[in-house]
């Protein structure tokens, strides 16, 4: 069932405040980022030439 709309409650405008005041922090702390970090590192190309130690 669908709840009506209500106004947020104090436990979920607690919980929104301290995730956006953890945004906040992170973006504080990586600013000025370039590029995002990247969990993966990506497959070599053709350009790449041949991976070390792949004699």
Same mark, same amino acid.
């Not at 970090?37 to 130690?53: H, L, M, N």
């Given at each position: ?5 209500t !106004?947020? =409650?104090? +436990? ?15 973006? !504080?702390? =990586?600013? +000025? ?23």
């Amino acid at each position: 069932m669908i709840r009506p709309h209500t !106004e947020p =409650t104090s +436990p979920e405008l607690t919980e929104k405040k301290r995730l956006d005041d953890e945004l906040e922090e992170g973006l !504080e702390e =990586t600013f +000025p980022g370039s590029d995002p970090v990247s969990v993966t590192q990506p497959s070599p190309t053709r350009e790449d030439g041949p991976a070390k130690g792949a004699n």
